[in-house]
């Protein structure tokens, strides 16, 4: 419990008062005409195959809500069955780890998102009564969906997590680059964060299922050795 408030707070600390206030921000550009970053994004961007299309609308829109709803409805299951929470708490702050990186790393570095800094590339994404937020790098949605992907897998390590886990996560940041929201490089950089960040929580957080679990001290069995002199 310890550890999970001061992990907490440390992330709450940090990150809110350089989002209020920003002391000499280092901008990125974009990315180079011709570069792998810029031909990689106008692959996807240009793409206007319908179910591909339908894809990316679809896995973007429900992004946000399974956001908000993924900790409250795993911790209501975990509830409901009588089962350990510790889960839903490494879930938490694995999210909330992500989310505050991700805000510290866009007001320190304010790169321009793709459909501001080109003319030629508009948003798809319907913008929020309190507009978008101006800054691409990272992803906020890669860095979030990648946390909940890294924190099911490393929960639950089986394929029927793991694979639905992590295609859903490379989708919703797949999706981002279609939208006009960000770079590749963006979701790249995005989705290492919100799994480096998962796998650091498991490990100041293991339970008994996972790596660097404390010991249950009723568990351990004593050890004697007995020498015997010969004369």
Known sequence: ???????????????????????????????????????????????????????????NGASVPVFLAAVPVHGLTMLATGESGAPTGRLFLSQAGAIGGTFLIKTLVQRARPFVAHADVETRQRRAPGGIDPFSFPSGHAATSFALATSFSLSYPEWYVIVPA???????????????????????????????????????????????????????????????PIQ
């Open 1 to 59: 419990m310890l550890r999970f408030t001061l992990l907490l707070a440390a992330v709450l600390l940090v990150a809110a008062p350089v989002r209020a206030q920003v002391v000499e921000p280092v901008t990125l550009p974009p990315p180079e005409p011709n570069s792998l970053d810029d031909r990689l994004f106008h692959a996807v961007y240009d793409e206007q195959n319908p179910i591909f299309e339908a894809t990316m609308r679809g896995v």
């Open 166 to 228: 992590l295609t859903w996560s490379s989708l919703t940041a797949l999706a981002r680059v279609w939208h006009g929201m960000h770079y590749p490089s963006d979701i790249v950089i995005g989705s290492a964060l919100g799994a480096s960040m998962t796998m650091l929580v498991h490990v100041l957080f293991a339970d008994g299922d996972e790596t660097g679990a404390e010991i249950d001290p009723g568990q351990v069995q004593p050890a004697f050795t007995l020498r015997i």
